[in-house]
């Protein structure tokens, strides 16, 4: 069975994963102190792509972290990568709301990420983490004790990705400018959809399944992507599948 994007068909044969909590409890910083480092200069997206593994809990490693921050609120989503089980897909996340005390980033989490169900359960919790930010980079300290840096980048939605694109006539990606995408599978007879953007300059395609068949759920990818124009049709490469424009 195929799997979308990442190729996402085996969401049905996936073995589901059973991960401990994301985060463990740690107490807040002594005394609480005074916001330092105001949170608009955290607001973006902090991304590290795969290039070697990281402990992210203890026991537990991930090949690629992004952290979003709007405001105060925050989500950060941990993906296998290629070598992983499953490849290329969310094994783990945290998100809630966050304040700053000096050089110490306290996270109040509200939900955690359960891959038995492929959603978001209420967890509550706060962790301290260490972290500085340099330009755009920025350092946190993770539970496992590892400093992961993280750079600000920028997704996007480019219009020639746009399209109807397909592997053979049972397998068929539609893809929105707007930002959304429907997957059709007719021999498993497997529909999903959800929202998609890339990282250009990392050539990695971020995509969020958020509806599969009639379940919703919140399961994300982060595969590395080529797109090839000079071929008629086009060539829309997604991890090891390639699509053709239609």
């Not at 955290?42 to 203890?58: D, I, M, R, S």
Request: glycine share 10%; hydrophobic share 35%.
């Amino acid at each position: 069975m195929k799997r979308f994007y990442s190729p996402m068909g085996t969401f049905f044969c996936l073995i589901l994963l059973v991960l401990p909590f994301l985060f463990t409890a740690c107490e807040s910083p002594p005394g609480g102190g005074t916001p330092g480092v105001p949170s608009v200069n955290l607001t973006g997206t902090w991304a590290k792509f795969p290039n070697g593994g990281f402990e992210y809990v203890p026991g537990e490693t991930a090949a690629a972290m992004i952290m979003e921050i709007i405001g105060n609120a925050y989500t950060i989503v941990f993906y296998s990568g290629s070598a992983g089980t499953p490849p290329d897909a969310q094994i783990g996340g945290i998100k809630g709301t966050f304040t700053v005390s000096g050089e110490t980033l306290v996270l109040n989490s509200t939900h955690s990420w359960d891959s038995t169900v492929f959603n978001w359960d209420p967890f509550i919790d706060d962790f301290s983490s260490d972290f500085s930010l340099s330009g755009n980079t920025l350092t946190v300290s993770l539970p496992s004790g590892v400093s992961l840096d993280l750079t600000k980048t920028v997704f996007t939605r480019p219009p020639a990705l746009s399209g109807t694109w397909e592997i053979t006539p049972d397998v068929t990606l539609v893809v929105s400018s707007t930002g959304s995408y429907q997957y059709t599978d007719t021999s498993e007879q497997m529909s999903q959809s959800g929202t998609w953007d890339v990282s250009e300059g990392n050539s990695y395609l971020r995509t969020l399944a958020t509806l599969q068949d009639s379940s919703t759920l919140s399961y994300g990818f982060l595969n590395f992507y080529e797109y090839d124009e000079a071929p008629n049709p086009d060539t829309l490469t997604i991890g090891e599948q390639a699509y053709t424009r239609q």
